[in-house]
């Protein structure tokens, strides 16, 4: 039996002893929250990624170096992407793309290989700027808005274990999965393999970059259902010749991938395909 004035009245202030502490405890997390990230923003302001000077924004380019980037924008050629002085119609190609076609599909990029947009490729692969990856594939995803829409998955251009090691990232994996997560794309990192390491690509001419790029990748047989089929979309931080690009399509078709397109933040306009 419940004795009189021991029902509903002390259920209810009980109910709200136990809530007014965690509504409490709640409020005050929020507060903390939005206290650290001012108090982090005033010891820590963010920085524009390429130079350090003051933004407004955390992981973005001051207005400088923004204005700093030679962007590739259209026209292009509808295979290699590399910039036309004039704009000649839809599905045009370049010079390059009729006397040496590329083994993928289509290829875009955010910005020449120059100026700012070097600097940052050289930071991310040689400075150990990781933070550099997220707001680089931001723009490649704005740049390879068409291809990524219809791409299934995504491959980063794979680097050699004993590379891998030597450097402990790699740089094409790093933005495939910043641009897989804003894409919502999955990344396919172990299924394009290079198991062969061969020397720096670094002043080889494009003949010599083909011969030492024979033989350097590989695909699993039991890895094939993952791009068999499938439209894939090759990452990497530049594309020069393209010779790594086009042994890594190769390998691809090979395998059975039924469109191979390839993003990457710059390209070398005279480098050909």
Same mark, same amino acid.
């Given at each position: ?142 740049? &390879? ?69 024979? &033989? ?58």
């Amino acid at each position: 039996m419940i004795a009189p004035g021991t029902g509903s009245p002390q259920g209810d202030a009980s109910t709200d002893s136990t809530d007014r502490p965690a509504r409490a405890s709640g409020s005050v997390r929020k507060l903390l929250s939005r206290f650290g990230h001012g108090a982090l923003s005033i010891v820590y302001p963010p920085q524009c990624i390429a130079c350090q000077a003051a933004t407004s924004d955390a992981h973005a380019l001051c207005a400088t170096c923004w204005a700093g980037i030679p962007f590739v924008s259209e026209p292009v050629c509808a295979r290699l992407g590399t910039p036309f002085a004039l704009d000649f119609g839809p599905g045009m190609l370049s010079p390059a793309a009729i006397a040496d076609p590329p083994r993928f599909d289509a290829a875009r990029a955010v910005a020449l290989h120059e100026g700012v947009a070097k600097a940052m490729v050289a930071r991310l692969k040689y400075g150990e700027r990781l933070d550099l990856a997220r707001a680089m594939a931001r723009m490649m995803v704005q740049a &390879g808005g068409p291809l990524l829409a219809s791409a299934d998955v995504l491959l980063p251009v794979p680097m050699h274990r004993g590379r891998l090691w030597q450097r402990r990232y790699n740089q094409a994996a790093l933005l495939a999965n910043e641009i897989g997560l804003l894409a919502g794309k999955p990344v396919l990192l172990d299924t394009l393999r290079r198991v062969k390491r061969t020397p720096p690509q670094v002043g080889l001419t494009r003949n010599e970059r083909r011969h030492n790029l024979a &033989g350097a990748f590989r695909i699993e047989p039991g890895q094939k259902p993952a791009v068999e089929g499938r439209h894939c979309l090759v990452i990497d931080d530049v594309r020069t010749t393209g010779s790594t690009l086009n042994a890594c399509a190769h390998i691809l078709r090979q395998a059975g991938a039924a469109r191979i397109d390839v993003l990457t933040f710059t390209l070398v306009p005279d480098g050909g395909a």
